[in-house]
């Protein structure tokens, strides 16, 4: 994922790491000798994780971060390079989505999807640029879909934050990639993860 050929002794931070992908991520790196910031808001859930990959040998922190929350981003880039030193890695991951027909006018569920997957991803990005372009490498690694390549049924919203992120990664490639900074596009098909069984209230979500 970082330049060179060993991720070890290398610092990644990785949002939506309480679950799913982004806790398999968290815990690969770690693995891979990588130091790694745990963000996510359930900071029990993080706290897991790192129990995990300390008795493992791993290094890592947790950061409780709502990636709706651009001061919370700062906080979570601060303690990282105060911790474990330069972001060199972003695994931009923290996402969500809801099953529902367009016609059963969801709002609120339509906004946080935008909030969480384009603007919290968008941010997380932007905060870990700077110290990126100083260092002259980076890699930033944004969590798409399959929904960012084709549309389905039911995702319309979650779809098109999956479209956005693709646009967002190919433009962002093209003006970073002249201070030796990478940027991917991760398109994962359907991954089985423990918490998004159908719990949703409302039975217009399904
Ligand atoms: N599972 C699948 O089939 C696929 C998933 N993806 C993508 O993978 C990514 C991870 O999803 P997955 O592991 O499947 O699902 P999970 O529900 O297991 O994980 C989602 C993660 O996002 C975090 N998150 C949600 N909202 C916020 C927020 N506001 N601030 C910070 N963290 C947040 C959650 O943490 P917390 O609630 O603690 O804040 C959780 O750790 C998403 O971007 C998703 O779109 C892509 C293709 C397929
Ligand atoms: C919701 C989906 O089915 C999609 N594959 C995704 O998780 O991105």
Request: with cysteine.
């Amino acid at each position: 994922m970082a330049s060179g050929n060993s991720l070890a002794g290398k610092v990644a931070i990785v949002t939506g790491a309480s679950s799913g992908i982004g806790k398999a991520t968290g815990l690969a790196l770690a693995k891979a000798g990588v130091k790694v910031a745990l963000a996510a808001r359930r900071i029990d859930k993080l706290q897991e994780v790192a129990k995990q990959i300390s008795e493992n040998g791993g290094v890592s922190i947790c950061v409780e971060t709502d990636v709706t929350k651009r001061d919370q981003i700062k906080v979570l880039v601060h303690e990282t390079i105060t911790q474990l030193g330069p972001v060199d890695i972003l695994v931009n991951n923290a996402g969500l989505w809801y099953y529902s027909l367009m016609q059963n006018q969801m709002e609120d569920l339509w906004e946080e999807q935008i909030d969480v997957n384009i603007k919290g991803l968008t941010n997380c990005a932007a905060a870990v640029l700077d110290g990126m372009i100083k260092q002259g490498s980076g890699h930033v690694v944004n969590m798409s879909s399959d929904s960012g390549k084709k549309g389905f049924p039911g995702l319309a919203v979650y779809t098109g934050t999956k479209f956005y992120v693709e646009g967002f990664s190919q433009t962002l490639r093209q003006e970073v990639c002249k201070f030796g900074i990478r940027v991917t596009c991760i398109q994962p098909g359907d991954v089985t993860v423990e918490d998004r069984e159908k719990t949703h209230p409302d039975p217009r979500v399904c």
